[in-house]
Nanobody, 121 residues
Framework: QVQLVESGGGLVQAGGSLRLSCAAS????????MAWFRQAPGKEREFVAS????????YQTDSVKGRFTISRDNAKNTVYLQMNSLKPEDTAVYSC??????????????WGQGTQVTVSS
């Protein structure tokens, strides 16, 4: 069992940066692929980025490549999403997830409650 708690969301101007954190409980955190998803109002949930259990492999969706970086610290049971050059279209609730990996939400077993990111123009 893994419990996930996100933090770091907020309101930022376009071009600004935010760093999201996802703290996990449970001794098996390092066994899971971790991912960030986001959901904007009226839109479907969207994959943002994932990172392998070791941190050696990462993947980002095209719309955030070069701007967002996912990382993890297994000693701290935490995964991060550094978001730079934010755009208004990045506005969404961001959730972290733990599972076996993939681009779809149903491939992940555990979810956090989400944190709101709002980017003003």
């Amino acid at each position: 069992q893994v419990q996930l708690v996100e933090s770091g969301g907020g309101l930022v101007q376009a071009g600004g940066s935010l760093r999201l954190s996802c703290a996990a409980s449970g001794r098996t955190f390092s066994s899971y692929v971790m991912a960030w998803f986001r959901q904007a109002p009226g839109k479907e949930r969207e994959f943002v980025a994932s990172i392998s259990w070791s941190g050696g492999s990462t993947y980002q969706t095209d719309s955030v490549k070069g701007r967002f970086t996912i990382s993890r610290d297994n000693a701290k049971n935490t995964v991060y999403l550094q978001m730079n050059s934010l755009k208004p279209e990045d506005t969404a609730v961001y959730s972290c997830a733990a599972g076996l990996g993939g681009l779809y939400g149903d491939e992940y077993d555990y979810w956090g409650q989400g944190t709101q990111v709002t980017v003003s123009s």
